[in-house]
């Protein structure tokens, strides 16, 4: 889910339990007012009553029988409105309802007189009080009591007490308050949410473009890489930095940036030296070792067949040897920091790779035959086309030799090295099989390291030098041609090694 | 050349050590050696006697090995050149061929290798030599088909268009219109028109079957000239007579 959707959600929510929150608060406050303006009618009208009528207790005494009804008479026009007589005590002596009250049944005055209380000092609050409804027994209702003084004044001698009571249930407030309420408040409640809601989108879109214009600008520069982006135009990419948050990540990023280049070309800079230190040590060194070589393959010359220097001989054929590997350790070297500068280019050209196997196999088939292995090109397979492939032949011939070389090493005398091509949709499959002892399963992934030396595989310090490189140098050029190497191979049932390249555009 | 003459060498190379070696070895071999320490003495020493092979190291302080083959063929001399360098590059290969040197060495390169190119660059001038005093006496022109080459001249058309190639590329060329219909096998090449088994890294026969196909055929992917036979090597098309 998306920041966005995110934010519009909780908006929505916001919104949503807000209005409720409201129309909860309106209608406790509607509650209250109703329930304050019905104490205060009742109060008033009680003391409308005390006011015209000097003694009720005395009426009451005197008239008995026909006091019920006159106190009925006073609530005629108060409707839901019940009138109780009370003695000091709170022992009600006389009523408007019709329920026949328990003898001796006392209404708790406490809360009331203590509201009466508390209005007299502080007129400004409210002053409902919730207090008992002899009818119903619970304390649901609005009361309201005055006290009555008796004839010669004096002592409270006895209370009206008004009980406001609503016999339109809950139920049937629910109902009023929702067909007054429920249709257009709730349409206008929803319509100011959704309008809310769509007012907040709006703005989170625009706050949050400055973000999304940031991760589009870090998507082309993850894409670009750090080589291609200068810093101009990493600053047309990156939005303008404003003064909010995103403004500093803006910044930030930025500054990331800036590090990461820094760090980078400092990379560069030293791999660029590693490299021309390699590649002008590789350099200086061909000569003097071409020179050493030389010297050592005329004194060999001088003394082949003089039985006298047989021991000087052996001592310069093993010099030769040494010196010739590290000749080539020296050129394997020198071109494997060629073939990693970043300029390099490869000489391609379209070629079919069955007809350069060929010439290979032909190059191999006497050294090989030297150790008694046989170099074989296995034919086309018939495919409807012969698998062309774009190639810089030098580099491509480098790296079949070197395979082959490598498999001849290890190979005992009596193995085979297959060479073959074959095409396959739009890529061109190149193998060097052999069938001699195979690669340790563990080696697999590091036979293509850079100084990677199979352990079953050490030569003594005598033997072929550079072959640290070659596989590595195999990998560098298939890779500088778009293509793939992979290993198959177990110990014991010899190794293959494909190269997939991919073929040439027809 | 006279017979009973050693050819005539000249070695240019800037590092003493190796040019002694290199003049030690040659004259050893029968050859009668110049040496020079750089590239401005190498062609002056052209202009009293022309050598029959030139060695010539690739970087040479003052004119480098490039420029001394550029002067000599801009001069006409057609003396094989045999190139030496430490760079490994292709690109440099590339240029010494394409400049007019006839083979190159990399650094560091073992004597027998060089004493055997040397033989076989002598062997193939020699060879050029005598088909150029025989051209003098029949001068006809080889032709199959829209092809035309004179030997004399080294000149090739075809389809009525003068195309240039390189020494090697012209030798090749002019074995298969020799021969058209016959297929060579590429050892048989290598040894008709290089003279020698190539050792090393470097691509020769299909580099040039390919060279020459980029420059004759229409389509290098599907050639009407120099056909392939698979397993087998390739064949110039006999054009129907």
Not at chain 1, 443 to 469: C, I
Request: hydrophobic residues 45%; contains cysteine; glycine residues 8%.
């Amino acid at each position: 889910m998306s920041v966005r959707v995110k934010l519009a959600l909780t908006i929505f929510a916001t919104g949503v339990v807000t209005a409720l929150l409201v129309i909860a608060t309106v209608l406790y406050a509607f509650q209250r007012f109703e329930r304050e303006m019905t104490f205060q009618r009742a109060t008033s009208f009680l003391m409308r009553i005390t006011s015209t009528y000097d003694d009720v207790l005395e009426l009451r005494r005197r008239r008995p029988d026909e006091f019920q009804a006159w106190l009925r008479s006073l609530v005629l026009y108060e409707p839901d409105t019940q009138l109780y007589l009370l003695d000091r005590e709170g022992l009600v002596l006389a009523s408007t309802g019709k329920v026949r009250l328990a003898p001796g049944f006392k209404v708790a005055l406490g809360p009331v007189l203590a509201a009466m209380q508390s209005a007299k000092q502080d007129p400004g609050r409210t002053s409902f009080v919730m207090g008992d409804d002899p009818e119903r027994m619970d304390a649901d209702a609005v009361v309201a009591a005055e006290p009555l003084r008796g004839a010669a004044g004096g002592d409270t001698a006895g209370y009206l007490y008004l009980v406001a009571h609503r016999d339109s249930g809950a139920g049937s407030r629910w109902e009023a308050l929702r067909s007054t309420f429920a249709l257009p408040s709730l349409a206008l409640i929803a319509g100011i949410v959704a309008v809310t809601t769509l007012l907040a989108a709006m703005v989170i879109a625009s706050v949050t473009r400055p973000l999304q214009r940031l991760t589009e600008a870090v998507a082309t520069l993850s894409k670009r890489g750090l080589e291609e982006g200068s810093a101009s135009t990493t600053q047309t990419l990156l939005p303008q930095p404003t003064r909010d948050e995103f403004g500093q990540l803006t910044s930030a990023f930025e500054m990331m940036l800036a590090t990461l280049r820094r760090q980078w070309s400092a990379l560069r800079r030293l791999d660029h030296f590693r490299r021309e230190g390699v590649s002008n040590l590789s350099h200086d060194l061909r000569s003097p070792l071409t020179a050493t070589a030389a010297c050592l393959e005329t004194l060999d010359a001088r003394w082949a067949g003089d039985a006298s220097h047989a021991e000087d001989r052996r001592l310069v054929e093993v010099a030769l040897r040494n010196t010739r590997n590290a000749a080539r350790l020296v050129q394997s070297l020198g071109d494997l920091a060629k073939l990693d500068e970043p300029e390099f280019r490869l000489h391609r050209v379209d070629v079919d790779v069955g007809e350069l196997l060929d010439d290979i196999g032909i190059r191999f088939a006497e050294p090989a035959g030297r150790k008694q292995i046989a170099v074989r090109v296995l034919p086309p397979d018939g495919a409807a086309r012969p698998p062309y492939a774009s190639l810089d032949i030098e580099l491509f011939e480098r790296a079949i030799a070197n395979l082959i070389d490598n498999a001849m090493k290890f190979c005992a005398p009596g193995s085979h090295i297959e060479l073959s091509a074959r095409s396959k949709s739009a890529q061109v499959d190149v193998c060097v099989a052999d069938d001699g002892p195979g690669i340790a399963e563990a080696d697999l992934p590091f036979l293509f390291d850079r100084f990677f030396q199979s352990r079953q595989n050490v030569a003594p310090a005598t033997g072929e030098g550079g072959k640290g490189l070659g596989l590595a140098i195999v990998k560098r050029i298939v890779e500088l041609h778009g293509g793939e190497v992979t290993v198959d191979g177990a110990p014991e049932h010899g190794t293959r090694i494909t190269l997939t390249l991919p073929a040439a555009p027809r | 050349m006279p017979p009973g003459v050693p050819p005539s060498i000249l070695v240019a190379e800037d590092q003493t050590d190796i040019r002694d070696l290199l003049v030690m070895n040659l004259q050893a071999a029968g050859y009668s050696v110049r040496a020079v320490g750089d590239g401005v003495a190498a062609l002056a020493s052209q202009n009293e006697i022309a050598s029959d092979l030139l060695i010539l190291d690739l970087m040479m302080p003052g004119m480098d090995g490039l420029e001394v083959c550029k002067a000599l063929r801009a001069r006409g001399r057609s003396a094989p050149i045999l190139m030496l360098t430490a760079k490994s590059t292709e690109l440099d290969r590339v240029l010494g061929l394409e400049l007019g040197a006839d083979d190159y060495l990399t650094k560091p390169f073992s004597l027998a290798e060089l004493l055997a190119r040397v033989k076989a660059l002598l062997r193939r001038a020699d060879l050029l030599r005598a088909a150029n005093a025989g051209a003098q006496v029949q001068t006809q022109a080889i032709r199959n088909g829209d092809l035309e080459i004179l030997p004399a001249k080294r000149q090739v058309r075809y389809r009525a268009h003068a195309i240039d190639f390189t020494a090697l590329e012209f030798d090749l060329l002019l074995h298969f219109a020799s021969h058209p219909g016959h297929v060579f096998s590429r050892a048989q090449l290598l040894n008709a028109v290089w003279g020698y088994t190539h050792d090393g890294y470097e691509h020769t026969v299909t580099t040039h079957i390919n060279r020459l196909r980029a420059k004759l055929e229409g389509d290098p992917m599907r050639p009407e000239l120099i056909l392939t036979v698979r397993g087998a090597g390739y064949k110039m098309r006999e054009a129907p007579r």
